[in-house]
């Protein structure tokens, strides 16, 4: 499972920072939908010293991709830009950001308006009741999709999916559509919809033979 959450990219007077750093993971507690459960990422002070921490033993720049295509197989994962420093300051994690020239044109010319951090849950502290610390930063994207709404949106990507949760909830809103074809509720079960496609594809069959 990734998480990611968005943040906006150019302060108020439409421009990118001076100095480099961005405000990339915020503190606070966020709710975040992963099938029909609901976990809550808690990013507190020993989850930012913790990313801090590791990204500093790492020695290694992160990348900053465009829409998390990193994460997809069937997508270029060209950078954006590099993350060469992090820091922990009063409001979350801090990074400064070495845009290339295919990043930095990008959000000037607006066709980004949010940063969006990721985590693996591999690198998450359970607490417990769907409760997560995350606890490295692992790579940062520019989107324009948030998934929640406010400031800081997130979002998961599930363990083993080429895709993050933001691509995957458009998908669970088209099953939802599948579901009430096929008369069933909009948050049934996978095993719900197999057994409702299977009775049709029997009686089709069924059908066929009398034909």
């Known amino acids: 499972m990734k998480y990611y959450n968005n943040l906006p990219i150019l302060n108020r007077g439409e421009k990118l920072p001076d100095d480099g750093w961005y405000h990339v993971v915020p503190f606070g507690e966020f709710k975040v939908r992963h099938g029909k459960a609901t976990i809550l990422q808690v990013i507190d002070d020993r989850a930012v010293a913790a990313m801090v921490e590791r990204y500093q033993a790492a020695g290694a720049k992160l990348l900053v991709d465009f829409d ?43 066709r980004y308006r949010f940063v969006s951090p990721v985590w693996s849950s591999a690198d998450c502290e359970d607490l417990g009741s769907n409760r997560l610390r995350p606890l490295c930063l692992e790579s940062v994207g520019l989107t324009n999709q948030p998934n929640m709404k406010g400031m800081q949106p997130l979002s998961n990507r599930g363990a083993g999916d080429k895709l993050p949760i933001s691509h995957r909830n458009k998908e669970i809103k088209n099953m939802k559509k599948v579901f009430e074809l096929l008369g069933l509720s909009a948050d049934a079960a996978e095993d719900s919809a197999v057994e409702a496609v299977t009775a049709l594809k029997n009686r089709a069959d069924e059908a066929d033979q009398l034909q």
């Not at 998390?68 to 990074?95: C, I, M, N, P, Q």
């Open 68 to 110: 998390h295509f990193s994460y997809d197989e069937g997508r270029k994962s060209e950078a954006a830009g590099w993350v060469a420093a992090v820091e922990a300051r009063t409001d979350g994690l801090w990074a400064r950001i070495e845009w290339t020239d295919l990043g930095e044109p990008a959000i000037l010319n607006k």
